[in-house]
């Protein structure tokens, strides 16, 4: 199978995103505030685009739960750092390790966007916040899958073939990301920052076993965001009545669906636009506040990635060779 484009556009999937703005952008116009957490609930199905058959279509449906449930179990812990903290590197070695499984078919996608949503949950700092917050997910799931049916039906799409890695490799894979996600997590927790699972989540978001991926996906997701947040600040001094920022929310989402198929990682530009600007419009904090907090974490996270897919894979090779040496030995 060939791969997508670098850059892909699709009128019928930034359709699909416009339509899936509007109970947002409807709602913004009574209060911005109520905005950003009916936005962030059709983000997946925005990111996952339109899938050919309605049966595909459903799949938003799985990944919703899945992010819906990691948000409030991030949620869920927040108020404890250190159990937020040991819980995230325990859940990232324990997923990867079922991922090993062909049969654990979930485990891939928990591996991939549940353990970040995870760490987005951590800036939620309540349980009773972390399950409003999922339930929005949730519902914008819901509204998203249900919007879909209304595109007509085209051919199945080709199934990508996932071969599992060696079980042992993927344990110590979970121990990488698992590292990264808690420094991460506990640097955020020690700042006293805002929003402290920014840069657990965004080390969780780019890592990928592979480590060609891993430094794609690192270089993708901070030039993303940085350029996501500085038109967030564009959008802020402009000072946009509600109508005006209703009309921006639609757009974003609706060009953050059309280029859902892309291989370039952009699609971090739009969410970051999209939640910073309505952050700016809802919080007291500066412009700079949010630019300095989203980036700065975003690229602590990334470097804390690469950092760890370089030491704990060289540490797990020296152990393993002086374990062998030892059985060696007469």
């Not at 799985?62 to 995230?88: E, K, N």
């Not at 699972?197 to 060609?212: E, F, I, M, N, T």
């Not at 947040?229 to 009545?241: C, G, K, Q, S």
Request: proline residues 6%; charged residues 10%; positive net charge.
């Amino acid at each position: 199978m060939t791969d997508s484009p670098a850059v892909a556009w699709s009128w019928r999937n930034a359709a699909h995103g416009a339509v899936l703005a509007l109970p947002a952008a409807v709602l913004g116009l009574l209060d911005p505030s109520l905005a950003l957490p009916l936005a962030v609930g059709v983000l997946p199905a925005a990111a996952l685009g339109l899938r050919s058959t309605r049966q595909e279509r459903a799949l938003v449906m799985v990944v919703g739960a899945t992010a819906a449930i990691s948000l409030f179990l991030g949620a869920a812990v927040s108020p404890w750092p250190v159990v937020a903290v040991v819980t995230v590197f325990v859940l990232c070695v324990f997923v990867a390790t079922l991922a090993a499984d062909p049969t654990r078919r979930l485990a891939p996608l928990v591996l991939t966007l549940g353990l970040p949503l995870y760490g987005a949950g951590l800036s939620e700092g309540s349980w009773a916040k972390g399950l409003a917050a999922a339930a929005l997910l949730l519902a914008g799931t819901v509204y998203g899958w249900l919007v879909s049916l209304a595109w007509p039906e085209g051919a199945a799409s080709a199934r990508p073939s996932h071969a599992t890695a060696p079980r042992s490799f993927l344990i110590v894979y979970g121990v990488q990301i698992g590292l990264a996600a808690a420094v991460g997590a506990a640097l955020g927790y020690a700042l006293g920052v805002d929003h402290p699972g920014w840069a657990c989540a965004a080390a969780l978001l780019v890592s990928r076993p592979d480590r060609a991926q891993l430094d794609a996906r690192a270089w993708g997701r901070s030039m993303s965001v940085i350029a996501g947040a500085l038109a967030a600040a564009l959008i802020a001094v402009l000072a946009l009545p509600p109508a005006g920022l209703s009309v921006v929310l639609i757009a974003l989402l609706g060009a953050a669906a059309g280029v859902s198929g892309s291989r370039s990682y952009i699609f971090p530009f739009f969410s970051t636009a999209l939640v910073l600007a309505l952050l700016i419009g809802d919080e007291p904090q500066t412009i700079g506040h949010w630019l300095v907090e989203r980036v700065v974490l975003t690229i602590v996270g990334v470097l804390l990635a690469l950092g760890a897919a370089w030491l704990v894979p060289a540490v797990a090779r020296r152990l393993g060779a002086a374990g062998q040496a030892s059985r060696s030995e007469p």
